[in-house]
């Protein structure tokens, strides 16, 4: 089976810095468009990050030039750089990716648990 498990979330003040991190593990055979997405309360559940196969990058606007995304293909891993952090940026933070399975070769589309990042003003 494949995981995806984040880490890095917590309490940071307005203006500071936190770094996200995502351990795909399991069986991996390929990752594709790996993504953040983060949900405040009461809100819709939306895209911060992408991550492309070949390098490619997009952002929110709201998260543009704060934020940026980048993996460790070694370790099947992906992070989030977040600066300039804002009370609006409070929300939970879910990584994803689209991943095939080394034993049935088939895609998946998988997510993590969650990490909470809270930014007080």
């Known amino acids: 089976q494949v995981q995806l498990v984040e880490s890095g979330g917590g309490l940071v003040q307005a203006g500071g810095s936190l770094r996200l991190s995502c351990a795909a593990s399991?069986?991996?055979?390929?990752?594709?468009?790996m993504r953040w997405y983060r949900q405040a309360p009461g809100k819709q559940r939306e895209l911060v990050a992408v991550l492309t196969s070949v390098g490619g990058t997009n952002y929110a606007d709201s998260v543009k030039g704060r934020f940026t995304i980048s993996r460790d293909d070694a370790k099947n891993w992906v992070y989030l750089q977040m600066n300039s952090l804002k009370p609006e940026d409070t929300a939970v933070y879910y990584c994803?990716?689209?991943?095939?399975?080394?034993?049935?070769?088939?895609?998946?589309?998988?997510w993590g648990q969650g990490t909470q990042v809270t930014v007080s003003s």
């Open positions: 994803a990716a689209s991943i095939r399975n080394s034993g049935s070769y088939s895609w998946g589309d998988y």
């Open positions: 399991g069986s991996i055979d390929s990752i594709n468009n």
